[in-house]
């Protein structure tokens, strides 16, 4: 039985070796004799379409870097469209003029969500300039209209976008051009000599709000008048019965 064994296995059935060994042999004699193994038909030269297509893909990117290019002038914080208002006494047609104050920063912003990106931009430029703790007065429009007309006035044009910001009666530009200076450093050059608050301040009057209920009219914006023994409206309130905190700024 052994030796009926042996031969078994050493028959050209189960020995794959001899098969492959074998059938390389004739290949690397004949080649073309198995077809299998000719990938050439399989390779093709690339066409002429493939740099009509690679053309068109440079004139995009050129045109793109072209756009990007044109845009970064326009915003960028040396441009001519910026120069406007850097007087520390903001002046307008006729004898109308608002006084901005030298010894701190101006933030004109909105706290309503009704515009997300405008939300966003006011809260990124509040936050920029928070991390530096200078003197922000801050400027809601939505709770005071009052600061609405001053801005327009000011920007001498109606629907300005917000934010707007201002250091020491200067106007220095709106979200685009706050995060652009804080990431290559130049803003803080604008805060030398102003005062910085302690870490973590809180106004403990608003609560950093800027706005508490008017002390006349407990917010309900009418007054009684003995005199004339009628309601009046209260002179002292905005339109929301608020008035400026008289604690963070006074």
């Not at 030269?45 to 072209?66: M, Q, T």
């Not at 960028?76 to 006729?94: A, E, H, L």
């Not at 809260?123 to 922000?136: E, H, P, T």
Request: aromatic letters at 10%; hydrophobic letters at 30%.
């Amino acid at each position: 039985m052994s030796g009926f064994r042996e031969n078994f296995l050493k028959s050209s059935f189960f020995n794959r070796s001899l098969t492959i060994n074998s059938s390389a042999n004739e290949y690397s004699k004949n080649p073309s004799s198995n077809s299998s193994f000719d990938r050439s038909g399989s390779m093709k030269k690339p066409s002429n379409s493939f740099e009509a297509v690679k053309g068109k893909v440079l004139g995009i990117r050129n045109l793109f870097e072209k756009k990007l290019s044109k845009l970064s002038e326009t915003e960028s914080p040396n441009s001519s469209q910026k120069s406007v208002g850097f007087d520390s006494r903001v002046s307008f047609k006729g004898d109308f003029s608002i006084s901005l104050p030298n010894d701190k920063v101006v933030v004109y912003f909105t706290s309503l969500r009704g515009i997300r990106r405008t939300f966003e931009d006011c809260y990124a430029v509040r936050m920029i300039l928070r991390g530096y703790r200078v003197d922000v007065d801050e400027r809601d429009i939505s709770m005071d209209s009052a600061y609405k007309n001053e801005l327009e006035k000011i920007m001498g044009e109606k629907s300005v976008r917000l934010p707007q910001v201002f250091i020491k009666g200067k106007y220095i530009g709106g979200a685009d051009i706050i995060k652009q200076l804080n990431e290559t450093g130049e803003l803080r050059v604008h805060f030398k000599g102003l005062l910085t608050r302690e870490p973590g301040f809180v106004c403990y009057s608003c609560g950093d709000v800027r706005f508490i209920p008017c002390v006349n009219c407990d917010g309900s914006r009418k007054v009684f008048d003995e005199d004339e023994d009628m309601m009046k409206r209260c002179m002292e309130c905005n339109e929301n019965g608020l008035i400026r905190c008289p604690t963070c700024c006074s």
